[in-house]
């Protein structure tokens, strides 16, 4: 798949967003490695903390049909659903992606004039990793 047919499907995703807090509306594609897509929205809450981003929405939708193996996500956000800059994983989202995707990984952050693509490794350098830590998948 080509990455722009991914970031259009993240910014798809993006029109899904629950987000009367804080009006960020945020849209997530990942690309498994088998070639299927899931895609994610924030989802807010009134309590605000049981909020869920949108990369987690996509990534548990896909580990609950079954996949494991990731190769890709792309990003998009802004207020009201504006694109005015990338709109980077929180802190959270790049532990649950370390869980499932290795250092290559490809992030695709969705600018007003395309994407800039970085790698896992660069999002969360020195991490806490499921195989070298905690004897998963090994
Ligand atoms: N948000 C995401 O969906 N993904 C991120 O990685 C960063 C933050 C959402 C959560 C909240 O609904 C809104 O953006 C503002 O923080």
Known sequence: MKTEELVQMAKEAMTH???PYSGYKVGAALLCSDGSVYCGCNIENASYTPT????????????????RDFTAIAVCGGKDGEITGA????????????????????????????????????????????????????
Do not use: N
């Open 17 to 19: 967003a629950y987000a």
């Open 52 to 67: 869920v981003c949108a990369e987690r929405t996509a990534f548990f939708k896909a580990v609950y049909d079954g996949h």
């Open 87 to 138: 709109f980077p994983p929180c802190g959270v989202c790049r532990q649950v992606m370390r869980e499932f995707c290795g250092d290559d990984f490809q992030v695709h952050l969705v600018t007003p004039e395309g994407w800039d693509t970085v790698e896992l490794s660069q999002l969360l350098p020195h991490s806490f990793s499921p195989k070298t830590h905690m004897g998963i998948g090994e």
